[in-house]
């Protein structure tokens, strides 16, 4: 079951956050960090923008964000980020008025190749397209697994590679 994000889920989201917010990175490089969503965040992310969760069981067993340009006013990143990607679409002939900002989604251990990331994005992209025009997105360049099945499934477009404090990351674009 897929649905959106109540105030009633905000501790088990932390708590899934506590326990698998570093899933991702390489076991390689210690250095690397990880971006966690706090209990604020995720109460802003249900008010305000579009976080979805699929179930199992009635336990989250994934879920996925999308947010609006606007969440991720006071970081320089994300500023670069969403210039970059305004520039990628222009090249790539891509409409990009009203971007949206994909991620993350995560999908729990026991439950990655068993059906649910599809669902989950399908939905993410329905809902997003009430609101947004285009998702813009980041992967880091070690991740390979990710890029790949949000080329393949999620059918994004890899619009730019580049390099953030020593870190490479892939741009993806999708238009909705």
């Not at 964000?65 to 500023?79: D, I, K």
Request: with cysteine; hydrophobic share 45%; aromatic share 10%.
């Amino acid at each position: 079951m897929i649905r959106l994000a109540t105030p009633d889920d905000i501790a088990a989201l932390v708590a899934l956050e506590r326990r698998h917010g570093r899933d991702e990175l390489s076991s390689d490089d210690p250095g690397l960090e990880a971006q966690l969503i706090d209990k604020k965040a995720f109460t802003e992310l249900i008010a305000r923008e579009l976080l979805l969760l699929s179930l199992h069981g009635g336990a989250i067993v994934g879920y996925g964000v999308v947010t609006s340009e606007g969440f991720y006013q006071g970081s320089a990143f994300y500023r670069r980020l969403f210039s970059r990607a305004q520039s990628a679409a222009k090249e790539l002939d891509i409409r990009l008025q009203r971007p949206g900002c994909y991620g993350p989604v995560w999908v729990a251990p026991a439950f990655r190749g068993k059906g649910v990331f599809t669902p989950l994005v399908n939905e993410i992209l329905t809902q997003a397209k009430k609101r947004f025009d285009g998702l813009v997105t980041f992967i880091a360049e070690e991740n390979e697994h990710s890029l790949n099945v949000h080329v393949q499934r999620a059918q994004m477009q890899v619009a730019d590679f580049f390099d953030d404090n020593g870190r490479g990351f892939y741009l993806l674009l999708k238009p909705l």
